[in-house]
């Protein structure tokens, strides 16, 4: 897998049946490993080593209805009072983060209400802040660390 804008992270990982597998901490379990899923995992290592969210928090590769459409999120990270800190949406570091991207997680972001938004394919990121009066969102330079 190629290096991404992030920090080094040690992972574990396993081949299978001729398959690349990385273990996903959240998830428990190993996952293959796909060029978004190496984007995926760097990503949860950033919010837990960087930026100071807690596991517990942090929910990975879910479902939800969106106009009657089930999607999957790719990862989420609550506040303790069970609200939507944060949405991620990963793509592999061969897609190009386009509006397209940013419509597909405002769609989702319809039903879920987060504070923030990142998008990410590994060499680039974007961070917005939700502005639920102007129904706007504002870019950021990074997210803000996790703080109760």
């Known amino acids: 897998m190629i290096k991404l804008n992030f920090p ?3 992972f574990r990982v396993k081949n299978s049946e001729n398959k690349t ?3 996903d901490e959240l998830r428990k379990k190993f996952i293959i490993l796909t060029p978004e899923e190496w984007v995926r995992q760097h990503t949860i290592q950033y ?3 960087q930026k100071n969210y807690p596991k517990q928090l942090l ?4 479902q939800l209805k969106v106009n009657g459409l089930t999607r999957r999120y790719d990862i989420v990270a609550y506040n303790p ?3 939507i800190n944060l949405i991620v949406e990963c793509k592999a570091p061969s897609i190009k983060i386009t509006q ?3 419509d597909q997680i405002a ?10 938004l990142m998008v990410t394919n590994g ?8 502005d639920y009066e102007l129904e706007k969102y504002h870019f950021l330079r990074e997210i803000s660390p996790y703080s109760l």
Do not use: P, V, W
């Open 59 to 62: 929910n990975a590769e879910k």
């Open 8 to 10: 080094s992270y040690q």
């Open 107 to 116: 769609r989702y972001n319809l039903s879920l209400k987060a504070e923030q």
């Open 100 to 102: 397209d991207t940013f």
């Open 47 to 49: 919010l837990i080593q």
């Open 81 to 83: 009072n069970g609200s």
């Open 123 to 130: 060499l680039e990121h974007y961070y917005c802040q939700m």
């Open 21 to 23: 597998a990385i273990f």
